[in-house]
Each structure stands twice: as C-alpha cells, then as structure tokens.
C-alpha cells in the first residue's frame, strides 16, 4: 500500500503531540504542569450551555444549510458590523466545523501548486501543514523580535513575487502575542494594495488584547482591502467553546460560495446543536468573556514578570492571545547532565522529563531559539511551573 503524497508530506502538531505525552504523564501519576496547551481553562458560560440543551429538546438535530444556519450567520453579520464596522451578508458567511476547518477551506478554494503563500514567522503550526496540503508553497519571512515579531512593509515588499497568492497575518498572534496596531496594518496595506493577491486575516484571538484597545482587522481600512481580506474567526477561545469546534469566515461572494461548495462535499454542515450554542455565544452577556480576559491579563503579567528574572531569558511583552514566546537563545549549545541543548526541542524534552513542565519548542512555529507558555492555567500552577523552569535552568552549564 502506497498512501497519496499529501498523506505523506503532513508533518504531525508538535502542540498536540506534546500536550498527548503530557496528559499521559498525568494519568500515570506525575504531577505535570502544563504550559503547552492553547485551550481556555475556563468552563463554557451557563448561557450558552443552555441553548444546547435547548436546542437538542427542540429537535434541532437535523441537518442545516451547508454554510451554517441564517440566523447564526445574520448574528456574525451583526457582530462584525458592531465590532470592526464591516458590512457583509449572511450569503458571505461560511460557518465550519472550527476557525481551523475554516481556514483549510480558504486554502483550497485560493491556492493550487505553482502558487506561494507569505508566511510570518513565527506562525501557528497549522498554516504550514495546511498550505502544503493544498499544493502550494510557503513563502517563510521571519518577522524579527526587536520588532515585536511583527512583518514590516519592506520584508512583505521582499517576498512578493509572480507566484505570490496570498498573505496570512494572524494578530492577535499565536505564538507570540503580538497585536498589529492600526498604523502597521496601513503600511501593510500599501505594499497589498499595489499587488494582485489576497489575505486571511486570522482574528481568532480578537478579545485578548490586554492594552484596553480593541482588534482592528486589515479588512476594516479600505473597501479594497475587505475585498482581497477573509477573515477567520469562532467561538473557540473567546467563549471558552474548542469542544463545540465551531468557526467561520466571511469573505466576498466568489470565495465564500466556493467554500460552501467545497465544505458541501467534505464535512456538510457544521454541527447542528454547536450552532444554536455558537448562536448564543454572540448574541448573549459577555461578561464572561471580560472576566476571563482580566484573569489572563493577571496571569499574563505574572508569568512575564517571572521569566524576565530568570537568567539567561528575556521575553518580549505581549499584546494579546495568551501565550509568551521567550528567548531561550543564551542556553544554545550548553548541557544538562551530558545531554546538549541544541535548539528549543532539546530544552522542552528536558524540561518535560526532569521537572514535568510541559512547554512547546519554538521550531513548531519556525523558530528554533523561544519556547512558548500559555497561561491558561491557575496561577498557582503558573508559580509552580516556573519555580521549576528557574531550578532547572540553574542546572544547565
């Protein structure tokens, strides 16, 4: 048995992967702390519960309109009118089995092999597999930390060629936390605007941004932008919903029509009760959500005020989402009882196996000199699992 080519060039989630061997760990007995996962702690609000519940005793466990039920897509219109001032129908709103499944439909339906896709670095580990998968190339630009990790016009200027397709930007970013300011996304914009290709604007972190402004999407700054713009986005971080595995794009009628014809003959419609409690989710109280975003704020400054102590690590400050990207540079090329630490993979199995602290090595993301930590777990856990990091790093000569 031969598998397809594709099969074979997907490279498994370093993230998931850890977490696994983490959980695993745990169920044996050890006390493991983890910074590797990029899942809420917090349990979904009350609210949103009920309305599946609701939904399942309604009956509403039949099939839907491929593209997601209207009501849900007007509510998306309503939100992406409220919060960014963009107008879309609900005919452009193509609702998936995630912001993930999302994202693998924008792929297909703009980029074919021979074509290239701009990729800052460092970027979510899912954006390499999924270009690939679709047949394309990556065009890998990394965007520098003096710079807040963030893509500068003159590096967009540098990538651009005849087989550019599209851009991804994600803000706020997963790794890094960096969140692009109003004044970045226009000198962006005026390098995309003089080419002929398209962005995906990942905003799937919007609500975690920690500096009390909110996300502004590359979309929002001109009609011609929102026209080369699809956004992605869900209810998986902001309301604590990754099970319920609910996203969506909005994008022009030519892309989302195409998307909904692809997601036709693939997954169909996404799941029918998820989308009654996603329904719920935008339209109902948020205050969960800011008191969520306020405990990570907290966290957030904790966890950076510690790493900053620790010698040999520096850590540049975060806008948003909620994970730190450390520098872990300065222990390149030292040991741990014989074993040599030669890029971030080596410190995180290290890590993992002598003090059972779970952390991503940044080579995932394309950068092979940070680890990234969420903070998505207790405070108490966040101390214990640094306390732990600080001793070992002590150790390492």
């Known amino acids: ?59 509403k466990t039949k099939y839907t309109p491929v593209t997601g039920t209207c009501y849900l897509r007007e509510a998306i219109c309503t939100k992406l ?4 001032g963009l107008d879309y129908k609900p005919e452009q709103i193509v609702v998936s089995a995630g912001a993930k499944h999302s994202l693998y439909n924008t792929l297909q339906v703009l980029v074919q092999p021979g074509d290239e896709v701009i990729l800052p670095a460092p970027y979510w580990v899912s954006y390499l597999e999924q ?23 003159a590096e ?19 790794p890094t936390g960096a969140v692009y300011t109003v004044d970045e996304l226009q000198a962006l914009a005026a390098v995309i605007n003089k080419y002929d ?15 009390g402004t909110k996300l502004v999407s590359i979309a929002s700054l001109s009609p011609e932008l929102k026209e080369r713009t699809v956004i992605i986005n869900g209810v998986s971080k902001t309301y604590a919903m990754t099970g ?52 990570y704020r907290r966290r957030k400054n904790y966890m950076l005020e510690r790493l900053n102590t620790i010698p040999g690590i520096s850590c540049v400050k975060p806008g948003g989402s909620f994970y730190l990207f450390p520098n872990i540079k300065s222990y390149l090329g030292k040991s741990y009882k014989g074993r040599t630490i030669n890029g971030a993979s080596d410190l995180a199995s290290i890590l993992l196996e002598e003090v059972q602290v779970a952390v991503v090595p ?22 214990e699992g640094l306390n732990r990091i600080a001793g070992l790093m002590k150790l390492i000569k």
């Not at 996962?37 to 005793?57: Q, V, Y």
């Not at 009118?81 to 960014?84: A, E, G, N, R, V």
């Not at 890998?140 to 710079?147: D, L, M």
């Open 1 to 59: 048995m031969k598998l397809a080519n594709r099969a074979l060039n997907i490279s498994p989630s370093p993230t998931l992967a850890i977490d696994t061997v983490a959980k695993e760990m745990m169920a044996n007995g050890l006390e493991v702390v983890s910074f590797a996962a990029g899942e809420p702690d917090f349990d979904t609000p009350e609210h949103i519960k009920e309305a599946a519940i609701a939904a399942i005793r309604a009956g």
């Open 81 to 84: 009118k409220t919060d960014q």
């Open 131 to 153: 270009i690939k998968l679709a047949g394309a190339e990556a065009r890998i630009v990394q965007a520098r930390e003096e710079n807040g990790f963030k893509l500068t016009p």
């Open 156 to 174: 967009l200027q540098s990538a651009i060629n005849t087989r550019t397709k599209l851009l991804i930007l994600n803000s706020p970013n997963n």
């Open 197 to 211: 290709f398209m962005v995906i604007s990942d905003e799937i972190y919007e609500k975690f941004i920690y500096n």
């Open 244 to 295: 319920w595995r609910i996203g969506y794009a909005a994008a022009v009628q030519p892309v989302a029509k195409a998307m909904g014809a692809l997601q036709g003959h693939s997954t169909s419609n996404p799941n029918s009760i998820a989308q009654d409690a996603a329904l719920a989710a935008i339209n109902g109280d948020q205050a969960p959500v800011a008191l969520m975003v306020a405990e």
């Open 362 to 383: 940044g080579i995932a993301f394309g950068d092979d000199n940070h680890i990234r930590l969420s903070y998505v777990c207790s405070i108490e856990k966040i101390e």
